[in-house]
């Protein structure tokens, strides 16, 4: 597998090649940023998926929304629709993909946009629901938009310095194009990080004075949704079930079974993967089938005793505090 993943090294160049060069034109005026008058949130990475990126856009909204009219512009990930879409009541998960679709359901206050091209999905927004303030979910590398602020993630077992370019690793933007954040997450974190730890990461990332760091670790419900009742996840201990994910990192997912003691076996499929009858065959006949949330929107009604299970970010130290109180300061935002 190694000797496999330097064999793609010569493509990771190629690509690496056209990542600088496209930043380049950015950063020389050739290609030309749009900024907005209606503020914006951007929260990104520099790699493909598995940061965590859908919790954190969940946190934000828990976040902001009591304070401002927020909506939520997606590309919206292999689905089946094209162009600009709002999601209506009537949307499904094959017009608005699956993550867009999860935020959607699960905050029905807060307006939820697809488009891949985002200065025509923000401008769209504009004109249907005059938002306050529009969370860009997965921009951060498309340049043609200049958000107001910009979050970066980078997952704690594959910090971005440490990583590589695809195919190679799984970079699809050039490390120093950080420098455009203004706050970094690392996030899935052991619960107890220490702040050593913490302090020789910080060293490693050697940010800027003007970003700020936050660790974030993941937290799972005690509880499964998507029975008539919630279903008490320590119930399961002594019933074998399947566990489902199309999911890009499912690792700590499978830890937090493992130290239950449960009992399962692991379906793996591709992130976003809509998933065939031949795929549900597979899993079918167990007493309790258990995925992620994501995986519940494309899953919901196809097979039977579906459950899932949700996971949030919790920061670690004082997290929490300063990104309240950053991010008020930069949308202006006064508690009653």
């Known amino acids: 597998m190694q000797l496999f993943r330097y064999l793609l090294w010569p493509f990771s160049l190629v690509y690496a090649t056209v990542v600088h060069c496209r930043n380049l ?159 970094i997450f690392v996030t899935k974190c052991p619960a107890d990080l220490s702040e050593e730890k913490a302090l020789e990461i910080e060293k490693e990332l050697g940010l800027s004075s003007h970003q700020q760091l936050f660790f974030s670790t993941l937290c799972y419900d005690t509880d499964l949704q998507g029975g008539e009742e919630p279903l008490p996840l320590s119930k399961m201990k002594d019933t074998p079930f399947a566990l489902v994910t199309g999911i890009a990192n499912p690792s700590p997912l499978l830890e937090h079974m493992d130290r239950m003691g449960l009992n399962y076996e692991h379906f793996r499929f591709a992130d976003h993967h809509y998933f065939t009858e031949n795929d549900l065959f597979r899993f079918h006949n167990f007493e309790y089938i258990l995925c992620t949330e994501k995986d519940f929107t494309r899953l919901e009604g196809r097979v039977q005793r579906l459950y899932y299970l949700k996971v949030r970010h919790e920061l670690l130290f004082d997290g929490k505090e300063r990104l309240k109180k950053t991010l008020f300061n930069w949308y202006g935002i006064v508690e009653d």
Not at 108 to 115: G, T
Not at 126 to 134: H, Q, R, T, V, W
Request: glycine letters at 8%.
């Open 25 to 183: 034109c950015y950063d020389w005026g050739i290609f030309r940023s749009q900024s907005f008058e209606t503020p914006t949130l951007c929260v990104g990475n520099l790699s493909v998926g598995g940061t965590g990126k859908t919790p954190m856009i969940e946190y934000m909204i828990r976040l902001l929304e009591p304070h401002r009219n927020l909506a939520v512009l997606s590309r919206g990930y292999r689905r089946k629709s094209k162009g600009y879409l709002l999601g209506q009541s009537d949307s499904t998960v094959q017009d608005l993909g699956d993550e867009p679709y999860q935020v959607f359901k699960k905050f029905p206050q807060v307006k939820v946009a697809v488009d891949a091209d985002r200065i025509r999905g923000i401008q769209n927004l504009k004109a249907d629901c005059s938002p306050e303030l529009i969370l860009l979910d997965d921009a951060f590398q498309h340049r043609s938009v200049l958000p107001t602020h910009s979050l970066v993630l980078t997952q704690f077992t594959n910090l971005y310095p440490r990583d590589f370019y695809l195919p190679m690793g799984r970079l699809r933007d050039a490390r120093n194009q950080i420098k455009r954040a203004e706050g």
